[in-house]
């Protein structure tokens, strides 16, 4: 069995405690690294070999960051003093800060779209960048129940929509809805046989804590969105993807952010303007759903007037949802449709 000759091993052994035990608050001296290789990993070496194999691996393009003093020393010959260059307080520079970690982490932990195992699988893999002082939140996990046995192939549809989307090429696959027995049953067509989406893909975003995938289904000229967790046998085509312009509502270009403004619930069909007017109270909430692109009016001590340009079925949907904190004004059949709404609703609570 080939080992590794010690005196090459004692470099990559330096790079692990430099991961191990540095960031920009914790840094080591050279004597420091001698001890933890003596104790650690059974390795005596001098400060010279520590400092040696620290510079070459700053040859090598490791970002390492030292501080550099001046000490007077006597020569070992003549015994006069010399000024001498001491280098200490050694860190590696991490590609992460703590912040940014514990962001990512985050970002999984309030995720609906992974079951617990790949999220615990990721969380380990982004503690592993930073250092034995890093500390993440990750005693918050609990195991949910996984309700979709077909979660585990999200990664899968993933990177065939990345090759697809970056081939220019369509895709077909299955689409699924929820049954009373909380599985997943495929979409059928008039035969009760599944049914087959073939769609142009041309973006991936997520929103709300899952994956959805912006294209066109190729047998209309709209703009689609699917939740791609409830997407199965996805294939490539051959076939290349309709251009862009040929979609409506992607004639100029796709500009994600308008897009995702646009479409609070992915919702697809027509867009248009609304307007609304609603409790000063809530302007939060409308700058997070609705973006810079809002515009007010009309301005009171208590409320204010809300012009939006949204898919209409979502701003249905929204309306509902703030129905005790504003009043839909126009167009003529958001407000028909809204008031329609709000009568069936008050229906289910009758007698």
């Known amino acids: 069995m080939y080992t590794i000759p010690p005196k090459k091993i004692l470099i990559i052994n330096i790079l692990d405690i430099l991961r191990k035990y540095t960031d920009e608050n914790h840094r080591l001296s050279q004597k420091d690294m001698v001890d933890i290789l003596k104790t650690e990993y059974n390795t005596t070496v001098d400060r010279k070999a520590v400092k040696r194999n620290l510079m070459n691996l700053i040859d090598f393009g490791y970002e390492i960051e030292y501080s550099e003093s001046v000490r007077m020393t006597p020569n070992a010959k003549t015994g006069a003093l010399e000024e001498t260059y001491v280098l200490s307080d050694f860190y590696l520079v991490r590609d992460f800060t703590d912040s940014e970690l514990r962001l990512l982490i985050d970002s999984l932990l309030f995720s609906k779209h992974l079951p617990y195992h790949q999220c615990r ?3 380990g893999k982004l503690e592993g960048l930073s250092n034995q002082y890093f500390k993440s939140r990750t005693k918050y996990i609990r195991t949910l129940p996984d309700l979709s046995l077909h979660r585990q192939q999200l990664f899968y549809t993933i990177e065939v929509l990345d090759e697809a989307i970056s081939k220019g090429k369509q895709v077909s696959f299955t689409y699924n809805e929820y049954g009373t027995d909380k599985k997943l049953h495929p979409r059928t067509d008039r035969n009760g046989s599944p049914r087959a989406y073939v769609v142009n893909p041309y973006q991936i975003a997520a929103t709300n804590g899952r994956y959805y995938l ?6 209309y000229d709209n703009v689609a969105n699917y939740r791609m967790d409830r997407i199965t046998d996805i294939k490539i085509l051959d076939h290349p993807v309709k251009p862009a312009k040929l ?13 995702m403004a646009e479409h609070l619930y992915m919702f697809s069909g027509e867009s248009g303007f609304v307007t609304f007017r609603a409790q000063k109270y809530l302007l939060n909430d409308i700058m997070d759903w609705f973006g810079g692109d ?8 208590e409320s204010v007037g809300v012009r939006v340009y949204v898919n209409l079925a ?3 949907r929204w309306a509902l949802q703030y129905a005790l904190h504003i009043k839909i004004l126009s167009p003529d059949t958001l407000v028909e449709t809204i008031k329609h709404d709000l009568k069936s609703a008050m229906a289910n609570y009758d007698g």
Not at 247 to 259: A, Q, R, S, T
């Open 121 to 123: 699988e990721l969380i």
């Open 214 to 219: 912006i294209c066109n289904y190729d047998k």
């Open 247 to 259: 979609v409506k509502g992607l004639e100029h270009g796709f500009d994600l952010p308008k897009h």
């Open 294 to 301: 809002v515009v007010f009016f009309d301005e009171t001590q």
């Open 314 to 316: 979502a701003m249905r």
